[in-house]
C-alpha cells in the first residue's frame, strides 16, 4: 500500500539528502556574500546583481527539472536516481565556486559568474529531484508531514555543522601556513566530499511507492496548463518566495552585523569574545531554534492546522524581528535570546510548506486526473530560490546604498544599513509570507477527501 508507515531507517535516509544540500545552502547564504566582498574582492553591488541574474536563470531550470523528472522512468524510479548522478558533479563544482584565481576585476567576476551558474544548476539537479521524492514516498498526508520534519532535521544539522566548524575550519588552516582564500578552498573540499556521501546514501535508502493512476495521459502542456489554474500553488509559491527572502535577507547579514557592528564583546561569564566567535555561536543558535520549530510543527499543525500554523509563525517572526533594530551591540544575551524566538517561528514554516505543496500535487491529481509531481515540487524550489535571489539582492544593494567599504571601519551610515538588514527588511518578508498564507484554501477536511478518492482511484 502506497499509503503505509515509513520506517525510521528510511526517514532518515531521506533527511541525509537535505543534510547534504543544507551545508552548500548554508555556505551560500551565510558565506558566500562575504567571501566574495573580504576575500576575493569583489564589489558588493556586483556580487548582488550576480546573484540576481544567475538566480533567476537558476529559477528557470527548476521547472523543467520537474519536467524531466516526471518524465523519467528507470528501475530505481522518476527521482532518486538522480540523486546518484549527480552526487560527484556537485562536490567538484562546489570546490570550484570557492577557489580564488588571481585573474583580475573582470576575470574574477567573469569566473564568478561562471562557477556560480554551474553550481546553481547542479544544485537544482540535485534538490529538485530530491524534494519531488518526498511527494512518491507515501500519500499519506501525515507520514508527508513527519518526511518534511525528518527533512528539515536534516537541513538544519547540515547548518549547524557548517556554522559551527566552517570558522574554526578556516582557522585551523590559516594556521597551518595557507591564506585565507585557500583556507575557504580547503574547507569546502570537506563539504564537498561529505554531501557527495549523504547524496548516495539518500538514494541507497529511500524507494518511490506513489504511482499516477495506470489510465493517466499527459503532455508538458498539459502540465502547465494545469498548474496555472491551480490557486493553492500560486498562493503557496508567493507566500515562499517572501518567507525565503526574510530568511535569506537574516542569513546574509548575520556575518556582517557581527563583523561590523557588534565586533569583539565582553559577555558575562564569558569575558572577552572576538566576533567570530559570536557570529558562530548566534547563527547556530538560530539553527538549533529553527529545529525546535521543525519539531513543533507536526503537533502544532495537527491541533490548529497548517495554514494557521504557518501564519501566526509567520507574524511573530516578523514582530521580533522589528526589535533587532533597537538592540545595543553590547547587548548579547538580548540580542540571542530574540533569535531564539526568531529562529523557531521560522523553522515551524519549513516542513509546512513542502507538505502544504504535496497536498497541491494531490489537490492537482484529483481535479485533473493528471499528477504533476515533479513540476508543482520544482516549482516549490523556485520560490526557494527566488526568495534566495532577492533577499540576495537586496542584500548587496542594501550594502552599497548605506556606502559599506570591506574591511574598514564603517560610517555611521552603513551601520545602520547592516542592522537594518537583520531587522526591518526581513520583518517585511515574513508580514508579507502571512498575508498571502491567508488567503490559501486547502484544509485539513477537505484534503481526507481528496486522499479517500485518489486511493480509490489508484486502487481502481
Excluded: H
Excluded at 556574500?33 to 553591488?45: Q, R, W
Excluded at 501525515?142 to 547548518?159: D, H, N, V
Excluded at 572576538?274 to 503537533?299: D, F, R
Amino acid at each position: 500500500m502506497c499509503d503505509q508507515k515509513i520506517k525510521l531507517k528510511e526517514k532518515i535516509g531521506y533527511g541525509f539528502g537535505d543534510f547534504a544540500s543544507s551545508m552548500f545552502w548554508k555556505l551560500f547564504s551565510m558565506f558566500l556574500m562575504i567571501f566574495y566582498t573580504d576575500v576575493y574582492g569583489i564589489s558588493p553591488e556586483s556580487v548582488a546583481t550576480m546573484f540576481l541574474l544567475v538566480r533567476l536563470w537558476d529559477s528557470i531550470n527548476d521547472p523543467l527539472m520537474g519536467v524531466l523528472c516526471d518524465r523519467t522512468n528507470t528501475k530505481q524510479g522518476k527521482f532518486r536516481p538522480y540523486l546518484l548522478w549527480a552526487a560527484v558533479p556537485f562536490a567538484l563544482i562546489g570546490i570550484s565556486t570557492f577557489m580564488t584565481p588571481d585573474l583580475g576585476t573582470t576575470g574574477k567576476l567573469i569566473y564568478a559568474y561562471v562557477t556560480y551558474t554551474l553550481m546553481m544548476m547542479v544544485y537544482t539537479a540535485v534538490n529538485v529531484p530530491y524534494s519531488s521524492l518526498m511527494g512518491v514516498m507515501s500519500s499519506s498526508p501525515a507520514e508527508r508531514t513527519s518526511l518534511a520534519s525528518f527533512r528539515f532535521i536534516g537541513a538544519f544539522s547540515g547548518g549547524i555543522f557548517v556554522t559551527a566548524t566552517a570558522a574554526w575550519f578556516i582557522g585551523m588552516f590559516e594556521e597551518s601556513g595557507v591564506s585565507e582564500a585557500q583556507g575557504y578552498q580547503y574547507t569546502v573540499s570537506i563539504y564537498a566530499v561529505l554531501a557527495a556521501l549523504f547524496f548516495m546514501l539518500t538514494y541507497k535508502f529511500t524507494k518511490e511507492r506513489v504511482k499516477p493512476a495506470k489510465k493517466e495521459k499527459s503532455s508538458i502542456r498539459n502540465d502547465f496548463k494545469d498548474l496555472m489554474k491551480n490557486i493553492p500553488w500560486f498562493i503557496m509559491v508567493a507566500a515562499g518566495i517572501a518567507s525565503l527572502i526574510f530568511n535569506s535577507l537574516r542569513d546574509g547579514s548575520m556575518m556582517y552585523y557581527f563583523k561590523y557592528f557588534v565586533r569583539d564583546q565582553e559577555v558575562g561569564g564569558f569575558g572577552l569574545v572576538n566576533w567570530e566567535a559570536l557570529a558562530s555561536a548566534y547563527m547556530t543558535l538560530w539553527l538549533i531554534s529553527n529545529i525546535i520549530g521543525v519539531l513543533l510543527a507536526k503537533p502544532v499543525s495537527a491541533i490548529i492546522g497548517k495554514k494557521k500554523t504557518f501564519l501566526y509563525a509567520m507574524i511573530i517572526a516578523g514582530i521580533t524581528s522589528l526589535t533587532l533594530f533597537w538592540i545595543q551591540a553590547d547587548q548579547i544575551y538580548l540580542m540571542f535570546g530574540i533569535n531564539v524566538i526568531i529562529g523557531i517561528s521560522a523553522g515551524i514554516v519549513f516542513p509546512l510548506i513542502w507538505a502544504m505543496y504535496a497536498d497541491i500535487a494531490d489537490f492537482s491529481e484529483w481535479k485533473t486526473g493528471r499528477r504533476a509531481t515533479g513540476l508543482i515540487f520544482s516549482s516549490s524550489s523556485m520560490s526557494q530560490k527566488m526568495g534566495w535571489t532577492i533577499g540576495g539582492a537586496i542584500t548587496g544593494w542594501i550594502l552599497a546604498a548605506y556606502g559599506f567599504e570591506a574591511n574598514v571601519e564603517q560610517t555611521v551610515e552603513s551601520t545602520k544599513g547592516i542592522r537594518l538588514m537583520l531587522s526591518l527588511f526581513p520583518a517585511i518578508g515574513a508580514f508579507l509570507a502571512a498575508v498571502f498564507i491567508y488567503f490559501y484554501s486547502l484544509n485539513e477536511v477537505f484534503m481526507k477527501k481528496i486522499e479517500e478518492e485518489l486511493i480509490t482511484r489508484r486502487n481502481g
